[in-house]
């Protein structure tokens, strides 16, 4: 154990810094989903849920724009970001493939994100109560704040971006999260402001999971590395 010059043990400091590191990743995830909330608050209070002066030149763009060749994507990513194959096949398949490579913390990690964000969104659509735009191409349930399907996809995005360390995977996980928010307002699903509520809502809920078991996930992947480094030697 060694002493740094103001004379606190080395430990001493290392411990002071994983609290600052699990406080403001907290403080940023709150603030985050604040922010998300407000949206809401503002939509509601503003007009009763009528859609806010971006929402409608967003929608007027769509519109204009639909045609075959982008509702086919379009619907693609309708049927991916949801239902079962978005609420269940997808989250439970990257769970099973993270439980197989023997990363239990971040299998646990993902899994709690996933349904937290999840339950959030219906809180929100139940204590909002916002309709979807008319030229709506889907079906979908009542409650259009915030975006489940945008949620869902930036969850997921976030969280493996945080397990697997890697930047390519920030880099697919931003355009995913970027051509879902295209495609629920393509659809009519959603308002732009929905989508927006929706992209906040998933970036605090894995930031907020992530703060309380971030050394544990730190100390399971350098496990894995040096096991992996051990097998190449």
Not at 8 to 17: A, F, L, N
Not at 58 to 85: C, K, Q, T
Not at 102 to 117: G, K, Q, V
Request: glycine share 10%.
């Amino acid at each position: 154990m060694t002493t740094d010059p103001s004379g606190e043990t080395t430990q001493s400091v290392d411990q002071k810094t994983r609290r600052v590191q699990r406080f403001w990743p907290l403080v940023s995830g709150f603030a985050v989903l604040v922010v998300a909330v407000l949206i809401g608050a503002v939509v509601m209070l503003r007009g009763a849920g009528n859609p806010l002066g971006l929402d409608t030149e967003w929608m007027d763009e769509i519109l204009e724009h639909r045609s075959p060749f982008w509702e086919i994507p379009s619907l693609a990513m309708n049927y991916l970001g949801g239902g079962v194959i978005g609420v269940f096949i997808v989250p439970i398949a990257v769970i099973v493939a993270l439980c197989l490579f023997r990363r239990f913390w971040a299998a646990l990690y993902f899994a709690a994100a996933t349904i937290l964000s999840a339950g959030l969104v219906q809180l929100l659509k139940g204590i909002f109560g916002r309709a979807r735009p008319e030229e709506i191409l889907v079906h979908a349930d009542f409650g259009s704040f915030p975006s489940g399907h945008v949620a869902n996809a930036t969850t997921m995005a976030v969280v493996l971006a945080i397990i697997l360390r890697r930047s390519w995977i920030w880099v697919v996980g931003i355009v995913y999260v970027i051509l879902m928010m295209l495609s629920r307002t393509y659809l009519g699903a959603h308002w732009l402001s929905d989508t927006v509520g929706g992209l906040l809502l998933g970036v605090g809920v894995a930031v907020i999971v992530w703060a309380p078991i971030a050394n544990r996930l730190y100390r399971e992947n350098e496990r894995r590395h040096s096991s992996v480094v051990a097998r190449g030697r």
